[in-house]
């Protein structure tokens, strides 16, 4: 059974940290692209970020130079540092294959306040 365990959220003040961490379990990832995905209240679930199996990246607009994905095959893990948070970064936070192909975890909430 796939499963995907998102942790690492948290109350930030805007300009802080925060590292988001996903185990996934019942799937290898190696071979694979992985993202993580935000929903904000009210909003659809949208890519912030990807990473291909090769270790390329690529971010949305909102969120490049701030946030960066990376990945460890080793632990079937993917990660997420976000920096320099913003109040619009709230929201749960998800990762999943991109595009997305497996069952949602419960992900991780962010809130940033400002």
């Known amino acids: 059974q796939v499963q995907l365990v998102e942790s690492g959220g948290g109350l930030a003040q805007a300009g802080g940290s925060l590292r988001l961490s996903c185990v996934v379990s019942g799937y290898i990832i190696s071979g694979v692209t992985m993202g993580w995905y935000r929903q904000a209240p009210g909003k659809q679930r949208e890519l912030v970020a990807f990473?291909?199996?090769?270790?390329?990246?690529n971010y949305v607009d909102s969120v490049k130079g701030r946030f960066t994905i990376s990945r460890d095959n080793a632990k079937n893990s993917v990660y997420l540092q976000m920096s320099n948070l913003k109040a619009e970064d709230t929201a749960v936070y998800y990762c999943?294959?991109?595009?997305?192909?497996?069952?949602w975890g419960q992900g991780t909430q962010v809130t940033v306040s400002s």
């Open positions: 990473i291909r199996y090769g270790g390329t990246t």
């Open positions: 999943n294959t991109m595009p997305s192909s497996m069952a």
